[in-house]
């Protein structure tokens, strides 16, 4: 069975930074997907960052160049480094991952991953 543990939220103030793991277990092999996902109070879960099956990343407009995911292999981790965060960031961050290969195209969907964390709050000042 597939298990997600996210870690790292906290409450900052606007310019600093934070930086999200996600301990998985459960798989087999390494050929899924991986993603950053958040959701504010009223608002629809979105994408934030995700690592497709093969490598390829991709962003969502509001935290390029702000936000940087990565995955370590050897520890079955993934990670999202949140720098500048702004107060319309404050959101529940939660880790997904796809039963299977995903990649290509706007594969960064809540639809297309199964797994889901419990969530890790981030809340920003400003």
């Known amino acids: 069975q597939v298990h997600l543990v996210e870690s790292g939220g906290g409450s900052v103030q606007a310019g600093g930074s934070l930086r999200l793991s996600c301990v998985v277990s459960g798989y087999t092999d390494s050929n899924y997907a991986m993603g950053w996902f958040r959701q504010a109070p009223g608002k629809e879960r979105e994408g934030v960052a995700c690592?497709?099956?093969?490598?390829?990343?991709r962003y969502s407009d509001s935290v390029k160049g702000r936000f940087t995911v990565s995955k370590d292999n050897a520890k079955n981790t993934l990670y999202l480094q949140m720098n500048s965060l702004k107060p319309e960031d404050t959101a529940m961050y939660y880790c997904?991952?796809?039963?299977?290969?995903?990649?290509?195209?706007?594969?960064?969907?809540?639809?297309?991953?199964?797994?889901w964390g419990e969530g890790t709050q981030v809340t920003v000042s400003s």
């Open positions: 690592v497709g099956s093969n490598g390829g990343t």
């Open positions: 997904a991952t796809t039963r299977s290969g995903l990649y290509g195209g706007d594969f960064c969907r809540k639809e297309f991953f199964h797994y």
